[in-house]
């Protein structure tokens, strides 16, 4: 955490609210987010329990496992939330425009420049929490590698249609987060505690709530009593009164209402199952239709605090503007999605379970790009994240003082003005040996300058070194002017490395990614299957 | 207090050892409570004390063996823990599924040819002393014995602070060679060969404590070696099928020692303490509060995973304005200042010497701060 960050956390230690760590939105946020709030059983491998769905704040659909043990119905849960989902996804899937991708052509191996189609937007995928982005990775790491009877007519127990697309899908998300900045699958958590600082420790604004009530105190309360309310607070039969944003769920609620709930909904079932004649079946159907209607309802009333939540934050996340390059970001992800996209239409296979070598070198590579792109973007976007930067010496402000016209010593003489400003800050510039290099944005991208010299204590000197045009004169506007006010940093603007190119993993096949599979073939293979499997 | 724990080898029942221990065991029962039977300390319990090592208020309730969550209750910030019934159930029918047909699907992930002819000695008796002292019998007949044996939840004896911890590791087996080796069986599934990292970092730390325990019965058994390597057990992927992992307890091993070394600090803790202190939860809250508030805390957030006092000792951390209620490590970047009031005076000049580097930093901070949000409020 830098100091800036403690200190805004220090502050609202002291004033009771949170405070700004942003003064603009560093995520892009989708006019039609699919909001999921799951549930998971407590022990079981990712049994999952229920999940609210949906598009609508106003209207989630609830989907509930009753007898979490039970194959068929966890099998039924996934094919409804296959059913809410894929439409979804699907909806932004034909709606595209012509973009050009480089790609190397597999008979002369030549970069050449492809037409391709980039899908217009993407659709975005909101969950509470941290865990509950482990747990869609988890829900599509299960699903993938099923096999439906269409499939494969002896699998022994074939799963739903849609299942291992919905797996792939959810993979896909998945890994996506592990990408810095990316945007297609977010989390209120992250997404909250990265606009603002509360006056608690980073682990405990894991806990939704607990994060919202700093930022968003109910009227006449601060939000550190409603925070300690939200994790705390339980009712006079012992249960929380904001219960977890999922997927684990409260072993009180557990223990005393859900699971007598469903042993209850496990004898009607067996009652109804041993009914004798139809009046008796009538009325045993009656009492496993309400058994299995309390289940719900308990479930309901332990998602729809977290389903509020998550779109409360994503109230006030919108609220703030949106940072001009998270935009550029959600390009990226529009990339990843028309290529996953593209993979599934291809016939390619689910994603493998581990990346080859070559792969898992790439993607460690590309997010090492795609962090420093982030700090970068992030900081140029938004003076707040800038002045973080100032204060360790990787950026300052400064006034130009002075401009004085040179050139290089070369035949063809280019522009080399020395530009000598004032700054407050202190930049690591080092004593002018090493060759510092600086940047500035400049008509939408950027320009460096090396240092110089230090003339004085908080004067120095740089030389442009580009973006002045082709002509020996600089181009107008290009040499900063004196009294300008400008913002150097000592990180390049732009990340080397594709700038607008989609990652490796997110190339399809038939446009010459990478195969994803490495060898023997079993990366392929359905899961084992046992009669007491879990999803 | 036992001053040989690690040092020497004593396999005997703790309760039978009647020297030294004596007057201390005799404090420590006052503070929790003369009519409370001592909490029983398990491997979880004593693995825990690794999160907070430098907590001498737990170091203190541990070791008089005080019921953290009944006291906890008491102060009026009762822990969050409980576990649910669901985790319980499959916990155990996994476990009784990998020691099915006596344990010879476990004794195949340890690699062992023919698991149908290990023996599996009956290590029950009446009483953890009872069960202790069969289990050490056991363990050494099978090193003699150079045969593949699998113990089903043996139990051992630890000594801690004059308390007796007794420990039930899920399973120890002995190979012909005379090693043995921990089991742990958990049901956290293992997905395609790698299970949560900190799933796997808690059962070694509780794996540290039983190899710990081991050792010192094997250091009366001639030719016995305790591996630091333990087995790790779990489902593989979404399935009930058990697939094992060695994993490495090495360094668990040396922070759990060094961890239950200090608790020899509990002698001079209790010593310290003012006359009338006691933590009998069936006291008053304001007797219980002036008697923990009598032993120093180090609360840091980590506490909230790892201790049933943690409410507590986080709502006085804020009382008193502590910084490191918001993380360890924001302690470190504020130089000598410790509270939140002393680094804001510090940060807005109202106190503090500019010289320091660490008010220096702060300054500029809040000077930087304030820019980049006036900025946007001017637009
Ligand atoms: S919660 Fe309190 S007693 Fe427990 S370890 Fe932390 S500071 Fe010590």
């Known amino acids: 955490m830098s100091l800036i960050n403690t200190l805004a956390r220090l502050e609202a230690t002291r004033s009771g609210h949170a405070q700004p760590l942003a003064t603009t939105r560093h995520r892009h946020l989708s006019d039609r987010p699919l909001v999921l709030v799951p549930l998971t059983t407590a022990g079981e491998a990712g049994a999952p329990l229920g999940a609210l769905v949906g598009t609508d704040r106003e209207a989630p659909r609830l989907l509930v496992v009753p007898q979490p043990r039970d194959r068929d119905l966890r099998f039924a849960f996934l094919a409804d939330l296959a059913e809410t989902v894929l439409p979804h996804l699907d909806s932004y899937a034909d709606d595209t425009e012509p973009a050009e991708r480089n790609e190397t052509d597999p008979e002369t191996g030549k970069r050449v420049k492809v037409e391709v189609e980039l899908c217009r937007d993407a659709p975005q995928l909101i969950v509470p929490s941290r865990s509950g982005i482990d747990y869609v990775r988890l829900l599509g790491r299960s699903m993938r590698f099923r096999r ?38 977010l989390c209120a958590t992250d997404l909250l505690s990265r606009h603002w600082a509360t006056g608690q420790s980073s682990l405990e604004d894991l806990h939704l709530g607990a994060l919202l009530a700093w930022i968003d105190p109910p009227e006449g309360e601060s939000g550190a009593e409603a925070a300690r309310r939200a994790e705390t607070g339980r009712d006079a039969r012992g249960q929380l009164l904001c219960p977890p944003a999922g ?66 934050a994503l109230d ?25 996209r593209d993979r599934v239409r291809a016939g390619e296979p689910p994603q493998p379970r581990r990346d080859s070598a070559v792969g898992a070198a790439q993607k460690l590579a590309s997010r090492e790009t795609e962090q420093a792109r982030l700090e970068a973007q992030e900081a140029l976007d938004d003076p707040l994240v800038m002045a973080a930067r100032r204060l360790t010496g990787e950026a300052f402000t400064s006034e130009v003082t002075g401009v004085e016209p040179a050139w290089t010593e070369t035949k063809r003489p280019t522009p080399r003005p020395l530009v000598t400003v004032r700054t407050a800050d202190l930049p690591q510039l080092g004593g002018g040996d090493e060759q510092v290099k600086v940047y500035r944005s400049l008509d939408g991208g950027s320009q460096s300058a090396e240092f110089v010299r230090w003339e004085a204590a908080g004067v120095l000197t740089l030389r442009l070194l580009n973006a002045m045009g082709r002509a020996k004169d600089p181009a107008p506007g290009t040499v900063p002017e004196v009294g300008d006010r400008i913002c150097w940093t000592l990180f390049p603007h732009e990340q080397r490395g594709g700038a607008k190119l989609p990652d490796p993993e997110d190339t399809p096949w038939t446009h010459g990614g990478p195969p994803a599979v490495d060898g023997d073939d079993a990366h392929e293979r359905p899961d084992p299957i046992t009669p007491d499997d879990l999803l | 207090m036992n001053a040989s724990l690690g040092s020497g080898p004593d396999p005997t029942p703790p309760t039978a050892r009647a020297d030294a221990g004596v007057p201390v065991r005799q404090r420590l029962a006052e503070l929790r409570g003369p009519t409370r039977p001592p909490h029983p300390l398990d491997a979880r319990a004593l693995a825990a004390l690794a999160a907070n090592p430098g907590c001498e208020r737990r170091t203190l309730l ?6 953290k969550a009944a006291l906890a209750a008491a102060l009026g910030s009762p822990a969050p823990y409980g576990q649910s019934q669901f985790a319980f159930m499959r916990g155990n029918a996994f476990e009784a599924r990998v020691k099915s ?41 099978a090193t003699t014995a150079k045969a593949w044996t699998l113990l089903d939840h043996p139990m051992l004896a630890l000594e801690v602070a004059g308390t007796p911890a007794y420990l039930e590791p899920d399973a120890v087996v002995v190979h012909p060679d005379g090693h043995w080796t921990v089991v742990e069986i958990k049901s956290f599934p293992m ?9 796997v970092g808690a059962a070694a730390r509780q794996a540290a404590v039983y190899v710990l325990a081991l050792e010192r019965v094997a250091a009366r058994v001639p030719g016995a070696e ?96 502590a910084v490191e209620a918001l993380g360890r490590s924001v302690r470190g970047e504020l130089g000598g200042l410790s509270t939140v009031a002393e680094v804001l005076d510090a940060a807005h000049g109202r106190a503090g010497d500019p010289a320091d580097p660490a008010v220096a930093a702060l300054r500029r901070a809040a000077a930087l701060r304030a820019e980049a949000l006036a900025a946007r409020g001017g637009g």
């Not at chain 2, 541990?62 to 019921?67: E, P």
């Not at chain 2, 997905?191 to 799933?199: E, F, I, M, Y």
């Open chain 1, 316 to 340: 006030l996340v919108r609220a703030l503007p949106e940072g001009p390059r998270a935009a550029e970001r959600w390009t990226r992800d529009r990339w990843s999605y028309t290529g996953h």
């Open chain 2, 101 to 141: 047909d006596g344990g010879t699907e476990l004794l195949r992930l340890l690699g062992v040819a023919d698991p149908e002819a290990a023996l599996t000695p009956d290590v029950s008796a009446a009483g953890p002393e009872g069960r202790t002292a069969r289990t050490a019998l056991a363990l050494r007949e």
């Open chain 2, 62 to 67: 541990d070791g008089a063996g005080v019921d």
């Open chain 2, 191 to 199: 997905l395609d060969g790698s299970a949560d990292p900190a799933k």
């Open chain 1, 148 to 185: 439906t009877a269409e499939q494969d007519p002896d699998a022994p127990y074939p799963a739903p249609p849609h299942i291992p697309l919905l797996g792939r899908w959810l993979t896909h998300y998945g890994e996506r987060v592990r990408t810095p900045g990316a945007a297609l699958l």
């Open chain 2, 226 to 321: 305790v591996g630091h390597h333990v087995l790790l057990v779990c489902p593989k992927d979404f399935s009930n099928l058990p697939t094992g992992s060695v994993v490495d307890v090495r360094k668990q091993l040396s922070v759990t020692r060094r961890q239950l070394a200090r608790m020899r600090r509990v002698e001079e803790l209790a010593a310290a303490l003012p006359g009338g202190t006691s933590f009998d939860p069936s006291g008053s809250t304001e007797e219980l509060l002036a008697s923990v508030e009598a032993v120093g805390a180090a609360y840091a957030p980590e506490c909230l995973a790892a201790c049933e006092l943690a409410f507590h000792c986080r709502g006085r951390a804020r009382e008193a304005g």
């Open chain 1, 247 to 312: 997927p684990a769920t409260d072993p009180a609620f557990d223990n005393a209402l859900l699971a007598p709930a469903i042993d209850a909904y496990d004898l009607a079932r067996k009652n109804f199952a041993g009914a004798e004649d139809g009046g008796s079946a009538d009325a045993r159907l009656g009492e496993l239709a309400a058994a299995e209607r309390h289940v719900r309802d308990l479930l309901s009333a332990q998602l729809l605090p977290a389903w509020h939540a998550t779109w409360r």
